[in-house]
């Protein structure tokens, strides 16, 4: 017989984006205003990321489509791998997630994809650190994780490679 392996999952619920404290809000709000410039054609879903150094500085980034749709990629990594490329050696403490759409009204936090949540996971294994993910659409409830192994418990990391 199997032995039953039960986890943890917790997040906080704001009612809206109002209710978030000065730095998160702001965080959420230039997640909002990059999304504006993403380049999404084909889904018609525009995700905007803005994410929080250590330091306070703010990076954002937006999902950029393709006609070979496999060649696009998501604002969420796209912001973090900037990050890593240009400052190899800060450390982000938060990530702000926003989207809309045209063909719908996003009153529901969007969460970010599997692929993203696992290469924004390999920054907080590198910086031994949990990354706070604020979630959000275009208005309505926002989620925050407390960081990003809590949305993907059981991540694949350097462990299973053997490093």
């Given amino acids: 017989m199997p032995t039953q392996i039960t986890g943890n999952y917790s997040y906080e619920l704001y009612n809206s984006a109002e209710s978030l404290n000065k730095a998160d809000k702001a965080l959420l709000l230039a997640a909002k205003e990059t999304l504006l410039n993403a380049y999404a054609p084909y889904s ?12 306070g500085q703010i990076i954002t980034g937006n999902n950029q489509e393709n006609a070979a749709y496999p060649s696009g990629l998501c604002a969420e990594r796209v912001a973090i791998f900037y990050a890593s490329s240009q400052y190899p050696n800060k450390k982000i403490i938060a990530i702000a997630i926003s989207a809309t759409s045209k063909d719908q009204t996003l009153n529901i936090p969007v969460p970010p994809c599997g692929a993203c949540r696992q290469a924004m996971a390999e920054y907080e294994i590198k910086f031994d650190f949990p ?3 604020i979630m959000g659409g275009e208005s309505g ?3 925050i994780s407390p960081s990003i192994s809590n949305l ?11 490093k």
Avoid at 44 to 55: I, M, S
């Fill in 141 to 143: 409830e926002v989620f």
């Fill in 131 to 133: 990354i706070r993910l």
């Fill in 152 to 162: 993907l418990p059981l991540l694949f990391s350097s462990k299973n490679l053997g």
């Fill in 44 to 55: 018609n879903f525009n995700v905007g990321a803005a994410l929080l150094f250590e330091d």
